[in-house]
Every structure is written in C-alpha cells, then in structure tokens.
C-alpha cells in the first residue's frame, strides 16, 4: 500500500500537473518521459486551453499507445495463479 501511495504521488508531482514540467531541474525532466501522466496531462491542457486538434497531439497520443501494450505485457507476465 505504501509503494502504491509513493508511486501515485510521485506520478502526479512530476506529470506537470501541480507545477511546470519546465520549472522541474533538468535531471527531473528526462524521468519525467517515463511517467505516462505527463503525456495525459499535455492531451488535456491541449484540449481544454488550446483546442488542440488530433494532428497536434499525436506524440503524446503515441506515446500513451505504446506505454498501455508494454504495462499490460508486464503485468500478465507478473501475474502468478496462486494456489492454496
């Protein structure tokens, strides 16, 4: 539970959600990429101040493509049955 409630705070710390991603220290940029909040945030703020069309976001629309197969694909290779 703890590493879950570390992992959600620390994704939304470093999405750009509270602050600006280009406000963070250049080494917290990069892991920044790893972090799948960060390309939902940027649809979002496109979408809602912007009025940003599908061509404009569709790095981030990318980048949110890729990471869903390779979660998913971790996550069934995780997953043990366990029996009693």
Do not use: H
Not at 10 to 17: H, I, K, Q
Not at 29 to 40: G, H, S, V
């Amino acid at each position: 539970m703890f590493l879950a409630f570390f992992t959600t705070i620390f994704a939304m710390l470093t999405s750009g959600f509270f602050t600006p991603i280009s406000n963070m220290p250049q080494w917290l940029q990069y892991i920044t990429y790893l972090n799948p909040m960060r390309y939902f945030m940027s649809i979002t703020r496109g979408i809602m101040m912007k009025g940003a069309g599908f061509t404009d976001l569709l790095a981030d629309i990318t980048a949110l493509a890729i990471f869903g197969p390779v979660v998913f694909t971790l996550a069934v290779l995780r997953f043990k049955k366990r029996t009693k």
